[in-house]
Nanobody, 124 residues
Framework: QAQLVESGGGLVQAGGSLRLSCAAS????????MGWFRQAPGKEREFVAN??????????ADYADSLKGRFTISRANANTIYLQMNSLKPEDTAVYYC???????????????WGQGTQVTVSS
């Protein structure tokens, strides 16, 4: 059974940084699209970033327009991705979810597999 586990969330002051990790298990995710979404209280889940397999050991990345330049997604190996978040703002406060799919890697939350989420709280 495929499983995604996020870690690295926490409380940080505005302007600070956090790095989230997502560890996938249960199968090899090398050709899977993997990404990050977030959901703030009372709001819909929104796209943050994703990484798409484009060839052997080759991936590209896509970001929500509003987050480009502050957030960076990276892929350590077939089953681990990171989200580096810099210059954090209070409006970045949300639960951050990792997602993966064997056939989809877009901006909509239509992924097969989801983690339980990790809370990120940015204080002003």
């Amino acid at each position: 059974q495929a499983q995604l586990v996020e870690s690295g969330g926490g409380l940080v002051q505005a302007g600070g940084s956090l790095r989230l990790s997502c560890a996938a298990s249960g199968r090899t995710f090398s050709s899977y699209g993997m990404g990050w979404f977030r959901q703030a209280p009372g709001k819909e889940r929104e796209f943050v970033a994703n990484t798409r397999w484009i060839g052997v050991n080759m991936y590209d990345a896509d970001y929500a327009d509003s987050l480009k330049g502050r957030f960076t997604i990276s892929r350590a190996n077939a089953n681990t991705i990171y989200l580096q978040m810099n210059s954090l703002k209070p409006e970045d406060t949300a639960v951050y979810y990792c997602a993966a799919d064997s056939n989809y890697s877009g901006r909509s939350p239509g992924y097969q597999y989801w983690g339980q989420g990790t809370q990120v709280t940015v204080s002003s």
